[in-house]
T-cell receptor, first 109, second 110 residues
Framework: NAGVTQTPKFRVLKTGQSMTLLCAQDMNHEYMYWYRQDPGMGLRLIHYSVGEGTTAKGEVPDGYNVSRLKKQNFLLGLESAAPSQTSVYFC????????FGSGTRLTVV | QKEVEQDPGPLSVPEGAIVSLNCTYSNSAFQYFMWYRQYSRKGPELLMYTYSSGNKEDGRFTAQVDKSSKYISLFIRDSQPSDSATYLCARGGNFNKFYFGSGTKLNVKP
């Protein structure tokens, strides 16, 4: 009964490197979301998906790409990491109230 | 203007106190709201989910929505040190997207 699982939990990247964050949910939810959380800024929506094979932009999509090839998985990619992408990334799923994952702490140096 | 405004605190209260956490929102088109609790270095966890105006109670927690003033509140009765966390309010939007406040940090002192 895992809920929402995010991997990795921590990562340090050099500027210009790429990486993929994985979110997996076992609750059969159609809707999935990627947020970033920064001090004083709260949670801001990066991208979201309303079902398998669909993706859409949120508030702060620049520099990120996503894919939802399987209903249970939602991937967030950073094409060329920048220091401004240093943040804590949360995946969430559900309708009505969300279930959040435990987060990925990413530092770009 | 941000969709949801929230005082960042920190708010420090003695154990047993009644805590009032507040947010204001700007868009009245969607009338459902959530309150989340987030412990340090953890993901947010859902506390309360409310529609429209009025009160909703769950144990020591009461969520209140005032549509006329675009104000949402969370009250915690008999606060405990374990309630020390950051509390996030959020307003619903289309496609079940939610807009979050920046969070209020609460410290309940034993």
């Amino acid at each position: 009964n895992a809920g929402v699982t995010q991997t990795p939990k921590f990562r340090v990247l050099k500027t210009g490197q790429s990486m993929t964050l994985l979110c997996a949910q076992d609750m059969n939810h159609e809707y999935m979301y990627w947020y970033r959380q920064d001090p004083g800024m709260g949670l801001r929506l990066i991208h979201y998906s309303v079902g398998e094979g669909t993706t859409a932009k949120g508030e702060v999509p620049d520099g990120y790409n996503v894919s939802r090839l399987k209903k249970q998985n939602f991937l967030l990619g950073l094409e060329s990491a920048a220091p401004s992408q240093t943040s804590v990334y949360f995946c969430a799923s559900g309708t009505g109230g969300y279930t959040f994952g435990s987060g990925t702490r990413l530092t770009v140096v | 203007q941000k969709e949801v405004e929230q005082d960042p605190g920190p708010l420090s209260v003695p154990e047993g106190a009644i805590v009032s956490l507040n947010c204001t929102y700007s868009n009245s088109a969607f009338q459902y709201f959530m309150w989340y609790r987030q412990y340090s270095r953890k993901g947010p966890e859902l506390l309360m989910y409310t529609y429209s105006s009025g009160n909703k109670e769950d144990g020591r927690f009461t969520a209140q929505v005032d549509k006329s003033s675009k104000y949402i509140s969370l009250f915690i009765r008999d606060s405990q040190p374990s309630d020390s966390a950051t509390y996030l309010c959020a307003r619903g939007g289309n496609f079940n997207k939610f807009y979050f406040g920046s969070g209020t940090k609460l410290n309940v002192k034993p």
